[in-house]
């Protein structure tokens, strides 16, 4: 199946600094990413979609001047989290669609937990 | 919106028995319902999905039911083993001209008991 990737697995960082998180489509060209959010026990929550070549659709609640949405190219997203504070450590998980697949299918990167100190 | 609710959050099953964990959906123009297994500190992985104009769909152990006019559909996991341990979340999405985005149910701890 379809792979996805996620860099960093894990980031620790101090409060107040930036981190991007990477998702990249492996074997196939995703010209639509989404990224979630993850706290412990709960479910996924979207924060927002990407398409390439065009400004992130970001839900409701979620600022997009924190989470900065690039998606530059067919097979690579990028989420930075500006100014990180604790709140913000969660698990983040991005997903991408094959548009050459079947209508609705998801595959998901291995997610990437933030830390922030 | 949509909302997707979950039952049961935890689930213990000795190995070898079955597990069923079941959904409910809001939006009856949804028409996609994947389910996904998540381990710990991993990505989810579809498993099944199964769309509107189908009723059932199996997988060798899984299967997945699907009752639209109900607006429910449940995974079946039979002949368990202490490998099928983990979080499974059901999602549903709506047409969106390719831009289908996914809403999650709650998630089910399944914990298979050797």
């Known amino acids: 199946g379809a792979v996805v990737s996620q860099h960093p697995s894990r980031v620790i960082c101090k409060s107040g600094t930036s981190v991007k998180i990477e998702c990249r489509s492996l074997d196939f060209q995703a010209t639509t990413m989404f990224w979630y959010r993850q706290f412990p026990k709960q479910s996924l929550m979207l924060m927002a979609t990407?398409?390439?070549?065009?400004?992130?659709?970001?839900e409701q609640g979620v600022e997009k001047d924190k989470f900065l949405i690039n998606h530059a190219s067919l097979t690579l997203s990028t989420l930075t989290v500006t100014s990180a504070h604790p709140e913000d450590s969660s698990f983040y998980i991005c997903s991408a669609r094959d548009p050459t697949g079947r209508t609705g299918e998801l595959f998901f990167g291995e997610g990437s937990r933030l830390t922030v100190l | 919106g949509e909302n997707v609710e979950q039952h049961p959050s935890t689930l213990s099953v000795q190995e070898g028995d079955s597990a069923v964990i079941k959904c409910t959906y809001s939006?009856?123009?949804?028409?996609?319902f994947p389910w996904y297994k998540q381990e710990l500190g991993k990505g989810p992985q579809l498993i099944i999905d199964?769309?509107?104009?189908?009723g059932e769909k199996k997988d060798q152990r899984i299967a997945v039911t699907l009752n639209k006019t109900a607006k429910h559909f449940s995974l079946h996991i039979t002949e368990t083993q202490p490998e099928d341990s983990a979080v499974y979340f059901c999602?549903?999405?709506?047409?969106?001209?390719?831009?289908?985005?996914?809403?999650f149910g709650t998630g089910t701890r399944l914990t298979i008991i050797p």
């Open positions: 939006d009856s123009a949804s028409n996609y």
């Open positions: 999602a549903a999405a709506r047409p969106a001209g390719g831009n289908e985005k996914l809403t």
């Open positions: 199964i769309r509107s104009n189908v």
């Open positions: 990407s398409n390439e070549g065009s400004k992130a659709t970001y």
